[in-house]
């Protein structure tokens, strides 16, 4: 069992263990020694998003890496993939971003990725978190090897490249009005950057960050504020980013949003007509809909699910050589052209495909129908009730219940007591049965004795 590491770095409430100063600097010295192979300078790539604790924890970690020994670069606020971009792109040997993605300023993160710019290993982050328990003294760095820190003052530039050339060549978005909201967070000056450089007129909400504002009632977790303002420009499309742009959802012209598994069914039947679709499936998590899997299917393409987190997405795809994976939530994993999710690439090729169609994103983004689905948590203290025997009684009933038209997926939050229950089935009263039937046992379970 990890003590710092979750599904995605280690996250927490700043100031607060384990998002504190003294952690940051011992993870930086851990994570610092553990990428220290031969006899070369060694580097680290360190980027953030707009969060004002960006500023404490960036000094922390620089402080640990430069006593392991390792050279820092500074790239500021940048998307989550343009941190992997670059590690990969500078040779880095290895990259940081701090961020708590989507959750509020409060809260703040640290995920990293190896040299290949892929997110670490279980073993790697494991082999960390022992460096960091240990006494590292004897191992930091001699005076005269202490590492340097510098900035890479044209990062924004090149990740804006590496975004535009997702496209196909030739490919403008001249005579759209996209309405871009960049969640106050990392992707504030790229992401609308290069929407206007490759042509289109750009209407910019939540590209203000302050610090304390970033997915304020802004982004991708709260896309009602990009449906209105679509509506309001009359624009071709909307285009909500988190906060540190590794997810994406989409508004169409009529106002109404297109969620991750209607992006991925996009992209895939896309791909999949260009030639394009490598290895046959798709990868989602649990939590795609059954609408997503039996569309794929009249496509003879397969869906290969996984426990959620980007990062199973990312795991099952290398295994299977698949190149196109994502969640329902938006994070949409295309390795064409990212080693990790990367909305603004997302959203190039949803435009891609409009552009080709010539017709608007309401006629052209929706294409399948969603199967009912509902999400309850239950909350409990103490030890999590989902392997008491009255639970597991009844999973087995509601299951029985769904009698195979219909999914059952029951799951602990990992950073909160709680237990998610969803339900999906082609008839709504059924599915409001087996949450109702699951959840009542649940809530017994988690009573305090």
């Known amino acids: 069992m990890k003590r710092f590491f979750g599904t995605d770095g280690i996250r927490g409430t700043a100031n607060t263990a384990p998002m504190t100063v003294e952690i940051a600097q011992k993870l930086g010295q851990a994570a610092g020694l553990h990428f220290r192979r031969g006899d070369h300078r060694h580097s680290v790539l360190l980027g953030k998003d707009t969060r004002l604790s960006g500023y404490m924890i960036e000094s922390a970690l620089v402080s640990g890496f430069l006593s392991a020994g390792m050279d820092v670069t500074l790239v500021g606020p940048l998307p989550t993939p343009a941190i992997a971009m670059l590690t990969r792109s500078l040779r880095a040997d290895l ?149 540190d742009a590794d997810r994406v959802l989409i508004a169409d012209e009529t106002g109404h949003l297109v969620d991750g598994d209607q992006i991925l069914a996009l992209i895939a039947q896309s791909w999949m007509r260009e030639g394009r679709l490598v290895g046959g499936s798709v990868v989602a998590t649990v939590m795609s809909n059954m609408g997503l899997e039996r569309f794929l299917a009249t496509l003879g393409i397969g869906l290969e699910r996984t426990a959620v987190g980007d990062r199973y997405v990312v795991e099952r795809m290398r295994e299977l050589g698949a190149n196109v994976g994502g969640e329902q939530s938006g994070h949409m994993v295309l390795t064409d052209f990212a080693t990790t999710g990367d909305g603004l690439v997302a959203a190039l090729q949803v435009l891609a495909v409009l552009i080709g169609a010539g017709r608007p994103a309401s006629e052209v983004c929706r294409l399948f129908r969603p199967f009912p689905q509902l999400l309850r948590n239950v909350r409990y203290q103490g030890a999590c009730p989902l392997d008491t025997p009255a639970v597991r009684q009844r999973q087995q009933d509601v299951e029985r219940r769904l009698a195979g038209n219909g999914r059952l997926v029951l799951r602990r939050s990992g950073t909160e007591p709680l237990v998610r229950v969803m339900v999906e089935a082609e008839d709504m009263a059924l599915v409001d049965e087996a949450v109702s039937m699951m959840c009542d046992v649940l809530e017994q379970a988690a009573l305090p004795a």
């Open 95 to 243: 990259g940081v971003m701090i961020s708590a993605s989507h959750n509020p300023y409060g809260d703040n993160g640290i995920k990293l990725f190896g040299p290949d710019g892929f997110k670490l290993s279980d073993r790697d982050e494991s082999e960390i978190e022992a460096l960091m328990e240990a006494d590292l003294s004897a191992h930091l760095a001699a005076p005269d090897q202490i590492g340097r820190a510098s900035r890479l003052n044209d990062a924004a530039g090149r990740y804006v490249e590496n975004a535009k050339a997702s496209l196909p060549r030739g490919l403008r978005l001249d005579g759209m009005r996209i309405v871009i909201d960049c969640a106050n967070g990392s992707a504030y000056r790229v992401a609308p950057t290069a929407l206007w450089e490759l042509g289109a007129e750009v209407i910019r909400i939540g590209c203000d960050p302050n610090g304390v504002n970033i997915n304020d009632r802004c982004g991708s977790t709260h896309a009602q504020t990009l449906c209105a303002a679509v509506l309001e420009h009359k624009a071709d499309l909307g285009i909500a980013l988190d906060g």
